[in-house]
Every structure is written in C-alpha cells, then in structure tokens.
C-alpha cells in the first residue's frame, strides 16, 4: 500500500526483439497511429533483412517499437512509434536512448533519419534528443488524395 493507502502495481517495462508472434499487435499500433502506416510486408521484410527491430513492453502492452538499418558507419531510423494512448509521456526518448546504445555497440558513428516535414512534434522531440536538421527529401513521403510530403533529414553524431 502507497502512502496514501492506495496499492501500487509494479509493472516491468522491458525491451523485447520483434517476432512473428508479435508482428499482430505490432501492426495494431502501426495502424492505429498512421494514416500511411507500414503494412505485414514492410515489416516481415525489415525482419528478413535482419534490421534491429525492438519492441517497448511494459508487462504484455505494447508501448512502442523502433526499426533501424544499420549501415557500414551509421544507423538509419526507419520507424519509430509510440502508441495513441502512451504519447507525449516520454517513451520516444527512452527508445532513441536505447537507439543510441545499440548503435554505439555495433561501432557507428551517426543516427540518420528522415520526418515529414509537417510533423512538427516529432521534429522536436528528434531536435531535444540532438539531432539536427540537414536536408529535404522532395515528396518523400505519401500523402493525403495522392500527394506527396517532403522530408526533413536528420542526423545526429554519436
């Protein structure tokens, strides 16, 4: 019992590798949190190529997940998704720290990344973590009624 007389449940939050038991819920989020979000196949091939694809647990709920590529010298973030429900309580930051960690032991030297370019909150959040602004993708990114939206590039040295 809390302070207050209130119980207080523990629940472990935890780092899990992406699965194909897992690829379900996974995609849940995806397309509960997109409205262009990657499909079966983006993932199941993310997972063939043998990307660092990490999923944020906490107990048996999905918090989020990351997928990167890495590169001869360099990291590149391919996604990054927090779900609906767990936004804006600081889970982004954990999974770029965990990003970070990673990519330093396995001997890179910069984190790449490309945002739409209208998703202000994100930008923020990849700017408050140290990345910085270095290019623009023209029409990167699929858009609402077939358009297309640009990409800020980002990088970060590790």
């Known amino acids: 019992m809390g302070a207050e007389g209130v119980s207080q449940t523990v629940v472990e939050v935890r ?4 699965t194909e038991a897992l690829l379900d ?7 509960r949190t997109y409205a262009h979000p990657w499909n079966r196949a983006n993932f199941v091939d993310a997972m063939q190529s043998g ?3 990490q999923l944020l647990l906490a107990g048996d709920t999905l918090v989020g997940y990351f997928v990167a ?29 965990a990003l970070a960690t ?3 032991g396995q001997s890179s030297q910069w984190l790449w ?11 923020e959040v990849y700017e408050a973590h140290g990345f910085r602004r270095v290019g623009q993708r023209k029409q990167y990114y699929p858009a609402d009624r077939g358009t297309r939206e640009d990409a800020v590039v ?4 590790l």
């Open 15 to 18: 780092f899990e590798t992406l």
């Open 113 to 123: 990344l490309e945002a739409r370019v209208g998703n202000v909150r994100a930008l």
């Open 69 to 97: 590529m890495k590169g001869v010298d360099e990291v590149h973030l391919l996604n990054i998704t927090v779900a609906p429900e767990y936004q804006r309580q600081g889970w982004a930051r954990v999974m770029l720290d």
């Open 25 to 31: 819920p996974l995609l849940l989020v995806e397309q």
């Open 154 to 157: 980002m990088c970060m040295n």
């Open 51 to 53: 990307n660092q694809i």
């Open 102 to 104: 990673w990519a330093r």
